[in-house]
């Protein structure tokens, strides 16, 4: 189980069908109080990194106000890449890629954003395999593929203890 004293637990996700195509993202938020918040969105053409960091970028946004320590679980490499590692580089070059002198990184748009929604705050960033049965990761997915195709996807906002899955069990990853 994971230790959330005084923390803000985050899954996130995204799905794109196509790549690019019809996309959507998830994301669910495990508040200290003992609240678990769902969110999800959608874009009609789009690809799956955008709609791995829009997952981060609708979770950060709900949360802004909020000081404690925050945990993004996430089955998405790029946003831990850019996020732990790539993002100095590309701010120190002017948002450009190393090597490619005149290219702009990739979702520039996002990133920013997502700097501008971290500043100040303390972000650790954790990966979970896809699809091997950790639960908040397969509820985001679940939230982003259904939201992706066109699914009516109902979203829960209320207590943990009424929560229908055991968001913080993170099976094999701890």
Known sequence: MIDRKNKIIIFTDGASKGNPGPGGFGAVIVLPEDKVVELGGN????????????GAIIALTKILTRKEEI???????????????????????????????GYDVANRDLWEKLVDLSKGKKINYHYVAGHAGVKGNERCDEIASGLATGENISLYQGALSKYKINILDLGRNE
Do not use: C, F, P
Request: charged fraction near 20%; proline fraction near 0%.
């Open 43 to 54: 874009e009609k053409h789009t690809t799956n990194n955008r709609m791995e960091l829009s």
């Open 71 to 101: 945990i993004i679980y996430t089955d998405s490499k790029y946003l831990i890449g850019g996020m732990t590692t790539w993002i100095y580089n590309w701010q120190k070059n002017g948002w450009k890629v190393a090597g490619h002198k």
